[in-house]
């Protein structure tokens, strides 16, 4: 049980550094913030265990 929860906090620390990454991207080229989406949305999908 401690395992699930342990990958579950990573993949939340991963989608928070994923949407950390778009806004950084965001700023820099805002045409290309598009190319982290996926990251994002399977990111929150695992946190919440969907996938």
């Not at 929860?5 to 080229?29: D, E, M, P, T």
Request: proline share 2%; with cysteine; net charge positive.
């Amino acid at each position: 049980m401690s395992d699930k929860k342990r990958s579950r906090a990573i993949y939340w620390l991963l989608f928070f550094v994923s949407v950390a990454a778009f806004f950084g991207v965001y700023a820099i080229g805002g045409g290309y913030c598009s190319m982290v989406l996926p990251f994002n949305v399977t990111f929150f999908a695992q946190a919440l265990d969907l996938l």
